[in-house]
T-cell receptor
Framework: AQSVTQLDSQVPVFEEAPVELRCNYSSSVSVYLFWYVQYPNQGLQLLLK??????LVESINGFEAEFNKSQTSFHLRKPSVHISDTAEYFC???????????FGTGTSLTVIP | KAGVTQTPRYLIKTRGQQVTLSCSPI?????VSWYQQTPGQGLQFLFE???????NKGNFPGRFSGRQFSNSRSEMNVSTLELGDSALYLC??????????????FGEGSRLTVL
């Protein structure tokens, strides 16, 4: 079975400051890793994903995440946040042999002007 | 390409009633999954359908059921509604044609309020 832990339920950060949203997972099989973002009153959108290859993956809006197999982590980072980054962020894993996703409970990122 | 469409977007029901939610996946996607989202609980997996067959099921009571039609459209039904069923119900579709193609594309959800 798989599980995902997002340690921080709420993260307030000032505009232009760096941010890290933490995600740890447990799994008995190899997994794919994802970060989804949910803006207010919208569905979830894929932010970035790790399937294989380079352990550092990037999104088009400046976020990056690094897959650390030994620490079973997939933390999300951004060096300088904007007001528009205010949203709920969900980490998810899926076994590479199936299609059942397991989501964390989410981290609410609030960017303060 | 049209995204995942869910109807209705908002609905209010009373305890004991039943509700049916609909989801139209992205064209060509054969897998449809349903999730319940509540504050503090995150997304809880309900079930997944693939080619009209339920392939995976989460840990929800039998009051929650679903089906998928030959055109991949899916419906979920909740019978004998309880106050705790109030939530945002999200549908997601995926291509699911082998490893690495299981990325989920979500609809905007159906917000159910049970009074």
């Amino acid at each position: 079975a798989q599980s995902v832990t997002q340690l921080d339920s709420q993260v307030p950060v000032f505009e232009e400051a760096p941010v890290e949203l933490r995600c740890n997972y447990s799994s008995s099989v190899s997994v794919y890793l994802f970060w989804y973002v949910q803006y207010p009153n919208q569905g979830l959108q894929l932010l970035l994903k790790y399937l294989s290859g380079s352990t550092l993956v990037e999104s088009i809006n400046g976020f990056e995440a690094e897959f650390n197999k030994s620490q079973t982590s997939f933390h999300l980072r951004k060096p300088s946040v904007h007001i528009s980054d205010t949203a709920e962020y969900f980490c998810a894993v899926a076994p590479n042999t199936g299609n059942q996703f397991y989501f964390g409970t989410g981290t609410s990122l609030t960017v303060i002007p | 390409k049209a995204g995942v469409t869910q109807t209705p977007r908002y609905l209010i029901k009373t305890r004991g009633q039943q509700v049916t939610l609909s989801c139209s996946p992205i064209s060509g996607h054969r897998s449809v999954s349903w999730y319940q989202q509540t504050p503090g609980q995150g997304l809880q997996f309900l079930f997944e359908y693939f080619s009209e067959t339920q392939r995976n099921k989460g840990n929800f009571p039998g009051r929650f059921s679903g089906r998928q039609f030959s055109n991949s459209r899916s419906e979920m039904n909740v019978s004998t509604l309880e106050l705790g069923d109030s939530a945002l119900y999200l549908c997601a579709s995926s291509l699911d044609r082998g490893p690495g193609t299981g990325e989920l594309f979500f609809g905007e959800g159906s917000r159910l309020t049970v009074l």
